[in-house]
């Protein structure tokens, strides 16, 4: 192969260098992948909250027998994605179980945002002891593998229901959220509105809250989507172990583990939560590098 036929299937000029109209029309074609990819996953989890909104007020209950048990998908309604081994409509499962992944995938952001960002806060400005002694509560929190921690809180607080599950998720995500609040707000710190604002005697909670927190709220709120994926999959491994939501309270994840023994002769029972859980985590990561791209968040950042 000649130079010439190698930089051409290089996409390369004469000159080894891209021609501005190439790498405009490459642009163009990340952006509208990018675009279709955005456009996905906003409508998946708009179908989520939908599912969330009629679970109760749909014509089978999630926890009671409608007929015959091990029904595949595509029956009549209310059988639409079939039954599962109690005769349970999976339709209404799956709608009852984005209610339970909404729970423990908003209140533990809320927690973490709250509980850690105050922290952090605090940490960042006053720094000295408050920042040691916040430093060693983060760090031992953090020293312990997230799933055995979530095992033991769950084996602690019982009985299990889905908002203990959700009180063990909180305590995790507070480390995180701090040390993201804490850096950010260490950064901004040093910059001259903050010095001013000190220097005009105004008072902790004022620069705290009003000049360090705002310019924080883009790199938490690219954290805070990534952090709502990460919980789901963790309530989801919980209940695939068995220590997680029980019955009759459905979850993706619990659904998957009443299945696992049956794949072989009824994997539709395992495939449909597992594909909804995928479709979900998969949605708030797009969201989630959308919202980095668009607020210039590095990754050193999260």
């Given at each position: 192969m000649s130079l010439v036929e190698t930089e051409n299937s290089l996409g390369l000029t004469e000159s080894g260098v891209e021609t501005p109209e190439e790498a405009a029309a490459e642009r163009k074609g990340k952006k509208k992948k990018t675009g279709l990819l955005w456009w996905f996953a906003i409508t998946w989890l708009s179908l989520v909250v939908l599912m969330v909104i009629i679970a109760d007020i749909l014509p089978a209950e999630y926890d009671r027998p409608i007929g015959d048990s091990n029904l595949s998908p595509f029956q009549a309604w209310p059988?639409?994605?079939?039954?599962?081994?109690?005769?349970?409509?999976?339709l209404?499962?799956?709608?009852?179980?984005?209610?339970?992944?909404?729970?423990?995938?908003?209140?533990?952001?809320?927690?973490?945002?709250?509980?850690?960002?105050?922290?952090?806060?605090t940490a960042a400005y006053f720094r000295g002891m408050a920042e040691t002694v916040i430093d060693i509560f983060a760090d031992a929190l953090l020293?312990?593998?997230?799933?055995?921690?979530?095992?033991?809180?769950?084996?602690?607080?019982?009985?299990?229901?889905?908002?203990?599950?959700?009180?063990?998720?909180?305590?995790?995500?507070?480390p995180g959220f701090y040390r993201l609040t804490k850096a950010n707000a260490i950064a901004q710190s040093k910059r001259e509105y903050v010095v001013v604002a000190k220097a005009m005697g105004a008072r902790p909670a004022r620069i705290m809250f009003k000049e360090l927190m705002p310019n924080t709220v883009a790199t938490i709120m690219s954290y805070a989507v990534i952090v709502m994926a990460i919980m789901i999959?963790?309530?989801?491994?919980?209940?695939?172990?068995?220590?997680?939501?029980?019955?009759?309270?459905?979850?993706?994840?619990?659904?998957?583990?009443?299945?696992k023994d049956s794949l072989e002769d009824y994997p539709a029972q395992v495939f449909v939560p597992c594909g909804v859980l995928f479709l979900t985590v998969f949605s708030l990561n797009v969201i989630g590098d959308r919202l980095r791209a668009r607020f210039d968040v590095r990754d050193s950042n999260l």
């Open positions: 059988e639409f994605l079939g039954t599962d081994y109690l005769g349970r409509s999976t209404s499962r799956i709608a009852a179980g984005a209610r339970t992944s909404l729970i423990v995938s908003t209140v533990p952001i809320i927690s973490g945002v709250v509980i850690g960002g105050l922290l952090g806060l020293a312990f593998p997230p799933l055995l921690l979530l095992l033991m809180l769950s084996s602690v607080l019982t009985p299990p229901s889905v908002w203990t599950i959700t009180l063990g998720l909180s305590v995790l995500t507070i999959v963790a309530e989801g491994s919980l209940s695939f172990l068995g220590v997680g939501v029980p019955d009759p309270e459905p979850s993706w994840g619990g659904m998957v583990y009443k299945a």
